[in-house]
């Protein structure tokens, strides 16, 4: 009377825990369970409130089952255009009317249209007609033709079906691409802090790398925190990598053998450390004792093993000991921007621990370490980043690339779940067919490991149908013309006009003009452009 | 996660400036939507469970997530993605 596994699995996406999955299932089908009603559920030993529940739960999961719901119907267009606008947000009486009437103005406008033509107004496109029309006390009738006028352009500008959009993407960015700078740059205002700007930095962000050759990070402080200095100094220095060296001189006194730090106090104080701290710190240091020494703030190390090289290995360790600080994080500049009031900017980044620092404001401190963001923030917030960085890349050096081009990019980065690189391990790496991947990279290996395992090729892309010689499955090539023959045989030949009338050639000087030849003229049958039926 | 002196309150991501909106669809809502888009749920671009976001949106694999994300170009625009396990 073994549960059967996928039963068991059923059961468990019908919001089960395992083990109760496993009781129901044992030696019985998911119908059977559900044929169960409470009274037999409570002989297989399950309480009077275990079973309800499972009644509950067998119920609720079995409703979306229920005639009416198994064909949903086609949502109206207001529906799906509620999708973008029906979202948390706070509108004013007044906008919400327009808006309404704008949303039944549109939908009014689709009425009729092909499936393909509907057009969804861009949330951005409404809220700015909005704005215009109450900033201009429009009435109604323009606000209707502004509205006409701008479906009517959204409907223009709309990428067609199977447009190859990558390829003009790769091209819109590449060709800027070119003109980049191959230099490093000093990031805009934080004269201190060099940041990898320009092709490296777009190669970077394209490749997935891991860490950025120069992580940043913009840190943003909470209200109470931000218009103070003297705050924004103890956040900073909780965050910066604070060394021994840093704030105390580290002496060797050869004579008895021994260390002895004296703490500097006043970058003590800014640093907000006492003798103690660096006390507790000290006793990290192996085979070596730190004492502090009496009547001075001074403290000594003394070796177990007195030796003169092993002072000097002692001496090393103490000053490369980090006594504040978040790894990562190597050097931070304070700045009072308008707005924001004092942000910290560091070099070096550490985002998961930065944003729990006191003070630290979460919701806005960001990082240039596009993985880093991946790993704290999720996939959309990489997304988001990937997007942000490449155009201020692009932009910063004046090259303007439209947004969207950059918005496919990251989708196409982002769209498994994970950052992928767009390149050898990742995107083009990754690709189904043999042949586009061979045509990408080490050739030979893709074919020779493809024909070791028998591998397909299902000639679905690009690349590969090129090789191949097909007209590819992009753009005019992804439509396929069929003639419905039934309707063609309905079609009536259209009377052609009759054909012109030839004049004579008028006889030449020859004696014997050769004979003409009879201009044969077949009445043209129309091959008329029988019903024409277009299958993508 | 550990708790430390200096740790505030366990920040939630969806806070953050960069996350837009994470909503799990319920199963009347999904199928809606398979049916408006006639695709499947694994056509959708992906979500792993363990992504910081979905865990936060209280998500499990075989969800659709409905992401509003703020666009540059569309002002607001509205995307999906298929929580997926791995």
């Given amino acids: ?114 499936e393909h033509e509907i057009v969804v107004m861009p949330h951005r496109v409404m809220r700015e007609i909005i704005k215009m029309a109450l900033e201009r006390d429009a009435d109604a009738k323009l606000i209707d033709r502004v509205v006409e006028k701008s479906v009517d352009v959204l409907r223009r500008i709309r990428i067609d079906p199977t447009e190859a959009v ?13 003109q980049m700078t191959m230099r490093t740059f ?71 053998l021994k260390l002895v730090i004296r703490p500097d106090k006043a970058k003590m104080k800014v640093k907000s450390l006492t003798r ?10 192996r085979k070596a004792k730190a004492e502090p020494v009496p009547e001075s703030d001074e403290i000594e190390v003394i070796l177990d093993e007195p030796g003169f090289k092993r002072l000097q290995q002692v001496q090393h360790q103490a000053s490369n000991i980090k006594v504040k600080g978040l790894d990562g994080i190597k050097r931070v500049v304070i700045r009072k921007e308008t707005g924001h009031g004092y942000v910290i900017y560091s070099e070096g980044s550490n985002l998961a621990d930065v944003l729990k620092v006191r003070g630290v404001d979460p ?61 050898r391990q990742g995107i083009s790496g990754q690709k189904s067919s043999i042949l586009a991947r061979a045509a990408f990279e080490i050739t030979v290996d893709h074919l020779l490991r493809a024909g070791m395992r ?81 299958e993508t | 996660m550990s708790e430390e002196p200096e740790t505030v309150q366990v920040f939630n991501v969806l806070n953050h400036e960069l996350v837009p909106v994470h909503e799990v669809l319920d199963e009347d809502e999904a199928k809606a939507l398979m049916a408006r888009y006639g695709v499947k749920e694994d056509q959708l671009p992906k979500i792993q469970v363990a992504d910081p976001a979905a865990r936060a949106a209280g998500a499990r694999p075989g969800d659709i997530i409905r992401v509003v994300r703020m666009s540059p170009t569309a002002g607001k625009a509205v995307a999906y993605r298929f929580v997926v396990e791995y």
């Fill in chain 1, 454 to 534: 028998g591998e397909n090729d299902h000639l679905q892309g690009v690349a590969e149908n090129i090789i191949v010689g097909q007209p590819v499955n992009i753009g005019t090539g992804a439509v396929r013309l069929a003639v419905d023959q039934k309707k063609f045989a309905e079609v009536k030949p259209i009377p052609l006009p009759p054909p012109p009338v030839r004049k004579e050639p008028t006889p030449v000087l020859e004696e014997e003009p050769l004979p003409l030849e009879e201009p044969e003229e077949e009445p043209e049958t129309e091959t008329a452009e029988g019903e024409v039926t277009s």
């Fill in chain 1, 186 to 256: 000093h990031y805009a205002g934080v004269a201190e802090i060099n940041v990898t700007l320009g092709l490296p930095r777009l190669i970077e962000i394209v490749d997935a790398r891991r860490q950025p050759s120069t992580p940043m990070m913009n840190i943003y402080l909470q209200e109470g925190w931000n218009a103070d200095a003297a705050k924004a100094q103890v956040v900073a220095n909780e965050i910066e990598t604070t060394y021994l060296k840093d704030v105390a001189a580290i002496d060797t006194d050869m004579v008895e």
């Fill in chain 1, 166 to 178: 990558g390829i003009v993407g790769a091209q819109s960015i590449g060709e800027p691409g070119t």
């Fill in chain 1, 363 to 423: 919701r806005r401190t960001t990082t240039n370490d596009i993985q880093a963001i991946y790993e704290v923030l999720g996939i959309e917030a990489a997304r988001n980043k990937i997007m942000e960085e490449a155009y201020a890349t692009l932009s910063e050096q004046g090259l303007l690339v439209d947004r969207r081009h950059l918005m496919l990019v990251a989708d196409v980065m982002t769209a498994d779940g994970s950052v992928k690189a767009i390149g």
């Fill in chain 1, 1 to 114: 009377m073994a549960a059967n596994p996928s039963t068991v699995k059923a059961l468990e996406g019908r919001g089960f825990d395992k083990e109760t999955a496993e009781r129901l299932a044992e030696g019985r089908t998911l119908k059977d369970i559900q044929g169960l009603d409470k009274k037999g559920l409570m002989e297989l030993g399950f309480t009077g409130n275990e079973a309800q529940d499972v009644i509950e739960k067998l119920a609720k999961a079995k409703r979306p089952k229920a005639p009416s719901a198994r064909k949903p119907k086609e949502p109206a267009v207001h529906e799906v255009l509620e999708a973008y606008v029906d979202v948390p947000e706070e509108w004013t009486a007044e906008e919400e009317k327009l808006r309404d009437r704008i949303i039944k103005k549109v939908e009014k406008l689709n009425e009729g249209v092909h």
């Fill in chain 1, 276 to 285: 103690d701290d660096l006390l507790d710190i000290l006793k990290k240091l």
